[in-house]
Nanobody, 125 residues
């Protein structure tokens, strides 16, 4: 019954910004690790950013460090991914995922149990 719905994707020029949102229903996310992953055509799904259940720690892919920021608002049951200085290589389908209770900001996709349907982000040069 847990559902995750991403929003905020779209087409943006290189150097621009987007803010993705992930609304979680079916349970409170307050005790669960959360993550953002992405998958480009022909490539495997890989972590973009993760945040611990408490929000006290984060983990980012090297390619997005300094440009992307993951955050969570437990009161709204929502996780965000602020993406700045976007590059064409950021083009992918972005997925929100819910991990397990009281877990840290883990990078492995196998540690996440629930996934959204994804939202397309396209960055033009």
């Amino acid at each position: 019954q847990v559902q995750l719905v991403e929003s905020g994707g779209g087409l943006v020029q290189a150097g621009g910004s987007l803010r993705l949102s992930c609304a979680v229903s079916g349970r409170s996310l307050s005790t669960y690790a959360m993550g953002w992953f992405r998958q480009a055509p022909g490539k495997e799904r890989d972590v973009v950013a993760a945040i611990s259940w408490s929000g006290g720690s984060t983990n980012y892919a090297d390619s997005v460090k300094g440009r992307f920021t993951i955050s969570r608002d437990n009161a709204k049951n929502t996780v965000y991914l602020q993406m700045n200085s976007l590059k064409p290589e950021d083009t992918a389908v972005y997925y929100c995922a819910q991990g397990r209770r009281l877990r840290p900001a883990i990078r492995e996709a196998g540690e996440y149990d629930y996934w959204g349907q994804g939202t397309q982000v396209t960055v033009s040069s």
